[in-house]
């Protein structure tokens, strides 16, 4: 193979090595963290114990029960009580695995927004919570609490407006999986194999993957910004943060172990291409 061919197609294969990086980690993301339930409600679960998470919850499973409770002029003060029972019950384990139960049926709402072209919301169910505070009220001998229906008590967590571009973007992701990680392994290195200089290609290769993944945490923050900044005002904004922040936490972390990774090898290629140089320059006779 000529050089200059040679030459051309090693680089051609960094560059799209490197631009697979951040559609790797994207594509990774998707099919094992949002895709997988198992691997969705545990990242949902550290939730349960966030302020303003318990705080929205607190407020939206109050206001169901309220609803359906009416006591005339004492309506103000059973209410600060259910409150409080609320708050009491969203630090307990029982309400961790409401909360759990509560997010597994997100999941699954959520794959069948995505496999159904008809379109609709996704919500949070919070009957499983409602059926506990049902409980603690009943327990606690509030009156008529006993007979509170447990309706379903929907918090929505995406509008059937954004369905479609999420359907389609989100379904290519899964269904690459694994294989853009490996396509852009596999592909780096055969570019650096190629490479008529190969040490300079390992340091291309290393700044470009961190360049990229530098570009995916930058993607993610932007995205965070444009998301909370058109929140219906009703929506709470330290709740919907939270919630983006816990579903976008490997994606931060992955970004950040490409990132370090790359310019550990960039590095460490750069002075052990430079000290030899220096060895071979102190030697040379004067």
């Not at 990774?28 to 339930?37: L, Q, S, V």
């Not at 969203?90 to 759990?100: I, L, S």
């Not at 899964?174 to 853009?180: F, M, R, S």
């Not at 340091?203 to 530098?214: D, F, K, N």
Request: charge should be neutral; proline fraction near 5%; charged fraction near 20%.
């Amino acid at each position: 193979m000529p050089r200059s061919v040679r030459s051309s197609l090693s680089a051609v294969l960094l560059v799209v090595a490197c631009l697979l990086v951040p559609l790797g980690a994207l594509s990774a993301w998707a099919r094992y963290e949002i895709g997988d339930e198992d691997s969705y409600v545990a990242a949902m679960a550290p939730l349960s114990a966030d302020p303003a998470v318990r705080t929205a919850v607190g407020d939206a499973v109050t206001d169901a029960v309220m609803k359906e409770i009416d006591v005339g002029p004492l309506q103000g003060t059973v209410k600060a009580f259910v409150r409080d029972a609320v708050a009491s019950f969203t630090g307990t384990a029982a309400y961790e695995t409401a909360w759990k139960a509560a997010n597994r049926a997100a999941h699954a709402a959520v794959e069948r927004a995505l496999d159904d072209d008809s379109g609709g919301e996704v919500s949070i169910d919070l009957a499983p919570i409602v059926q506990r505070v049902k409980q603690q009220l009943s327990d606690d001998g509030v009156p008529f609490a006993s007979k509170i229906p447990v309706r379903h008590t929907e918090v929505t967590v995406l509008d059937s407006g954004d369905l479609g571009p999420l359907r389609k973007g989100f379904h290519m992701l899964q269904t690459a999986g694994p294989w853009l990680p490996v396509a852009a392994v596999v592909l780096a290195a055969a570019g650096i194999f190629l490479s008529l200089r190969r040490r300079r290609a390992v340091i291309a290769t290393s700044v470009g993957a961190a360049l990229a993944a530098a570009a995916l945490a930058t993607a993610v923050a932007l995205t965070r910004t444009l998301t909370l900044r058109d929140l219906p005002p009703d929506v709470s904004h330290d709740a919907a943060a939270a919630v983006y922040d816990a579903l976008t936490e490997s994606l931060w972390a992955a970004a950040w172990i490409i990132m370090a990774a790359g310019a550990a090898v960039a590095l460490t290629t750069w002075l052990t291409t430079r000290r030899p140089r220096e060895k071979r320059r102190n030697e040379t006779p004067r």
